[in-house]
């Protein structure tokens, strides 16, 4: 199949919207060091960019990519930063709860990894940026030397932030941590691509409107997020459930003929929007002035309410048009 034009915009948008996502809306980082994004977008970035080009050239969709994110969050947390196996992260310990000591994991934040990364920074990122350039929403924006460099910066960041994390601790996961985390990646990477290609037929049935989509979306990122870690493994259950809730009414919507990309964004809508918010709890990990954190989340937040205004006018504007 060929692809004859190309969307550098497009791509350089989900670029640097992923890390803009992932760290500066969740409020992770303040906007004092909006400069760090250079460094980060190489990672978040450039994962995000690959997952979307790799499921899109072959002609897959959502399926394949959340798949690839929860692949993206083992490489992150797994074997990059070691959070997942890092009693003291950040000065906290997240690894107590429902503690798990044969894997040497924290089942509590082992879960939430593997909801923040495939449903945020990989999920919220494309969906956002596919949104901003509808017409080519189902198509791959870079050739394959294009994605050969993604490919490049996507291990140049890894490895960036693997040496930055122990840079910060000196800690160390154990061989055999490694080794299984290296070994379900792979066998996630390959379940994704065992998935079907191509759009199967749509079925008859009516779906939410997008209104209703982008608020279930939200209100499934704030069961994620009030799953205390203190309830242990109650919150393990709880954060499981949200998860069931959403692939199983996306997949059994997502087939339906009434299903169109203003429901796809409303997703990714939904989800920045619970990130922005939930910002304005927290302090971030990275120490600044109250009143420069709080300021930076109503700036973040309001910058994320742009772009889903225009992705929104974009995409309808597309639908009407008939292009879609």
Request: net charge positive.
């Amino acid at each position: 199949m060929s692809y004859p034009q190309r969307s550098i915009a497009a791509a350089l948008t989900l670029f640097f919207l992923a890390p803009l996502v992932a760290e500066y809306l969740l409020g992770d980082l303040p906007i004092t060091l909006l400069v760090a994004l250079i460094m980060l977008a190489p990672m978040y970035g450039g994962g995000a960019l690959l997952i979307r080009e790799l499921a899109r050239r072959t002609g897959r969709g959502w399926p394949t990519m959340l798949l690839l994110g929860y692949a993206y969050a083992l490489i992150e947390e797994g074997l990059a930063g070691q959070t997942l196996f890092n009693p003291n992260t950040y000065g906290f310990h997240f690894l107590k709860y429902a503690w798990i000591p044969s894997l040497g994991i924290g089942a509590w934040w082992t879960m939430l990894m593997l909801n923040v990364h495939p449903f945020w920074s990989i999920g919220v990122s494309i969906a956002l940026a596919e949104g901003l350039f509808p017409a080519r929403a189902r198509t791959p924006w870079l050739g394959k030397i294009g994605t050969a460099v993604v490919a490049l910066l996507y291990a140049i960041g890894v490895v960036a932030n693997a040496a930055y994390a122990y840079h910060q601790s000196h800690f160390r996961a154990s061989n055999a941590q490694f080794l299984v985390t290296a070994v379900l990646t792979i066998l996630i990477v390959i379940a994704a691509f065992l998935l079907p290609s191509g759009t199967a037929s749509a079925t008859e049935g009516r779906v939410p409107s997008p209104w209703l989509t982008g608020a279930a979306a939200f209100l499934l990122g704030l069961v994620v997020f009030l799953a205390f870690p203190i309830w242990g493994w109650g919150s393990v259950a709880v954060m499981l459930a949200a998860d069931l809730v959403f692939l199983i009414s996306l997949w059994v919507l997502a087939r339906r003929s009434g299903w169109t990309p203003l429901h796809t964004l409303s997703l990714g809508a939904g989800g920045a929007i619970f990130y922005g918010l939930h910002a304005f709890t927290g302090n971030g990990v990275v120490h600044a002035p109250h009143w420069i954190v709080r300021t930076g989340n109503a700036i973040f937040l309001v910058l994320a309410i742009v772009v889903i205004v225009l992705a929104v006018r974009r995409t309808r504007s597309a639908l009407l048009a008939g292009t879609l």
